[in-house]
């Protein structure tokens, strides 16, 4: 075998390893890519079935139920409504009328929780979810007035 197709094998084999090495990246990224959601999307069986998602909106007021660590609310973008469970405990800023983000699947038309996320402060919410409601065609700022408004009754 000449000098010359030895190089030429070299090269092919450096490309087959390096494309296989690429496949396998690309394959373990799409496995654990998370996309977000909104309970708009949702209903409008945008979001995938079957694969883990986020889910993020607000916990609707009066739609909190525990039975013991089992937990069902109700996530909304104020123009859509999706009912969530999760089991396990949630965070301590977890409450009715705030945000949430909530990552797992669709199973049987409602949302089985893997994960619980609550927001950290009073001012923040997540840019999904503040996009998410901005398109349901809602102002974050007068849905935390309707909000503070409750609070205080």
Not at 41 to 66: C, D, I, W, Y
Not at 92 to 107: H, I, W
Not at 114 to 120: D, I, N, Q, S, Y
Request: hydrophobic letters at 40%; zero cysteines; glycine letters at 8%.
């Amino acid at each position: 075998m000449k000098t010359r197709h030895k190089r030429i094998m070299i090269a092919v084999g450096a490309l087959a390893v390096l494309g296989t090495a690429t496949a396998l990246v690309l394959n373990a990224f799409n496995s654990n890519l998370v996309f977000f959601y909104s309970p708009t999307q949702v209903v409008a069986k945008e979001a995938p079935t079957g694969r883990t998602f986020r889910l993020g909106g607000m916990v609707e007021t009066g739609s909190v139920r525990r039975d013991g660590v089992n937990v069902h609310f109700v996530v909304t973008d104020t123009v859509k409504s999706v009912s969530v469970q999760y089991q396990g405990i949630l965070p301590d800023l977890f409450k009715e009328g705030k945000g949430v983000v909530a990552q797992g699947q669709l199973k049987d038309g409602h949302f089985e929780a893997r994960e619980v996320l609550a927001k950290h402060d009073e001012n923040y919410m997540p840019p999904e979810a503040a996009e998410a409601l901005r398109q349901a065609g809602k102002n974050t700022n007068a849905m935390s007035q309707t909000v503070l408004m409750e609070q205080k009754q």
